[in-house]
């Protein structure tokens, strides 16, 4: 960087030449300059440039990659977040159907359950009233037994 001052001050000493310069008679915008003086400033300037150019043209990569980089790290990053958000939308429809679908089995089931039960009961009701009535019949036909064992045998009631 020492350069880029040199080439400052150089600039800075042709500027200054020019800027004091004598006027040139009727000719305002024209002045006179120590010629030789001005030619070293700029062949100096000239000299040095290259190397300034140089190391201006490779901060400028140098930066341009950066940003390359910079860009290319950020797309990957939003590709990777677009990812997981899709991914975590998927989890969340397929929690949201599994859920659903559950609350649906349990539904069926729970349908199915008093279906069984009310099934059940009434299975258990009528062979009840078939056992009550059995025992009634068999009860009945046990009295007439009874009754005519004890008419045949004798006895009164």
């Not at 960087?1 to 004598?22: R, S």
């Not at 305002?28 to 140089?54: Q, W």
């Not at 899709?86 to 539904?107: D, K, N, P, T």
């Amino acid at each position: 960087m020492e350069n880029n001052n040199d080439i400052i001050e150089l600039l800075d000493i042709l500027y200054g030449m020019i800027t004091e310069a004598w006027g040139v008679p009727l000719g305002n915008d024209k002045c006179i300059i120590e010629r030789d003086k001005a030619v070293e400033i700029i062949n100096d300037i000239k000299a040095n440039l290259p190397t300034e150019l140089a190391e201006a043209k490779r901060l400028v990569a140098a930066r341009d990659e950066f940003i390359g980089n910079a860009k290319r790290e950020a797309e990957a990053l939003r590709k990777s977040a677009e990812e997981k958000a899709r991914l975590m939308v998927e989890e969340q429809e397929i929690v949201r159907v599994a859920r659903a679908q559950s609350a649906e089995m349990i539904a069926s089931a729970e349908a199915k359950s008093r279906e069984l039960r009310r099934v059940a009961s009434d299975y258990v009701d009528q062979m009840m009233g078939q056992a009550e009535q059995s025992m009634s019949d068999a009860l009945s036909a046990i009295r007439n037994s009874h009754n005519a064992f004890s008419k045949a045998g004798g006895k009164k009631e």
